[in-house]
């Protein structure tokens, strides 16, 4: 997620290969995929050795084989293709690295995130660790600059990492929540609400992240279209979010899970 009219490069942990590939290799593939699966070529970055689409969604090479045998989305908003199985996932716990700890308004804003789910009464639960009885586990980590990254669930399971920038930290605790509970969204599966059009939370000249072959699946009871400050899922974000669900982020997270 990004701050307003401004474009994060967050920096990530090494890209996980087997042995014996070339990871060069490995996201050059990423990349081709992702280009044959619809995403525009502005819209996919390499950072640190990693492949982001939509700005801020680690792509995986699984995952970039998995959209393609995914099938096409619609044209509309909102979720993925690849959804978290809740038949196995119940328990999410967050894990906090101690560097993430030392940032108190990181820390604080990861708690109101887990609450904001919790809440909801879903068929998932956050719980932030270290703790018993996960079902999948969900690493958060630092990055550098404002903003965060995380990517889409693959094989049924929530994306396994959070990057936050530590430059929240001097934002208020509800910017930093907000942020949060953005990049887990991504994690269990959702789009950004204006994928279509991303100047309407981010400014500047309009630009398309495409379905993607991940899908960009219009969620029963939501609007199809995005707003300034619509959205916890906006693709930016403002120095003036409250951290809290929108209506149509309350109708989108009951309706999934």
């Not at 959804?83 to 700890?101: D, E, G, R, Y």
Request: charged letters at 15%.
């Amino acid at each position: 997620m990004l701050k307003k009219a401004a474009v994060l490069a967050v920096s990530c942990g090494a890209l996980l290969v087997g042995c014996g590939t070339d990871p060069e290799m490995e996201n050059q593939e990423i990349i081709a995929n992702l280009v044959e699966a619809g995403y525009q070529a502005d819209d996919i970055k390499v950072v640190d050795g990693a492949v982001y689409a939509g700005r801020d969604a680690h792509v995986t090479l699984e995952a970039s084989r998995e959209m393609l045998q995914a099938g096409e989305g619609t044209e509309e908003q909102y979720r993925t293709n690849n959804l978290i199985n809740t038949s196995v996932v119940t328990t999410i716990c967050i894990n906090p690295t101690a560097q993430f700890n030392r940032y108190a308004n990181l820390s604080a804003g990861l708690d109101l995130a887990i609450e904001n789910y919790n809440q909801r009464n879903l068929a998932i639960r956050f719980v932030r660790g270290p703790a018993t009885g996960c079902t999948a586990n969900i690493a958060a980590k630092t990055a550098g600059g404002t903003g965060g990254s995380a990517g889409f669930p693959s094989g049924g399971l929530p994306y396994g990492t959070i990057n936050i920038g530590t430059g929240l930290n001097k934002y208020s605790v509800d910017v930093n929540e907000h942020v949060i509970t953005h990049e887990l969204g991504h994690c269990i599966g959702f789009r950004h609400s204006d994928y279509y059009n991303r100047s309407i939370s981010c400014g500047g000249s309009a630009s398309n992240e495409g379905d993607a072959g991940i899908g960009a699946i219009l969620i029963p009871g939501t609007p199809s279209t995005g707003t300034l400050g619509g959205s916890i899922m906006n693709s930016c974000f403002r120095s003036t979010e409250t951290g809290e669900w929108s209506s149509s982020d309350i109708t989108s997270l009951d309706y999934l899970y």
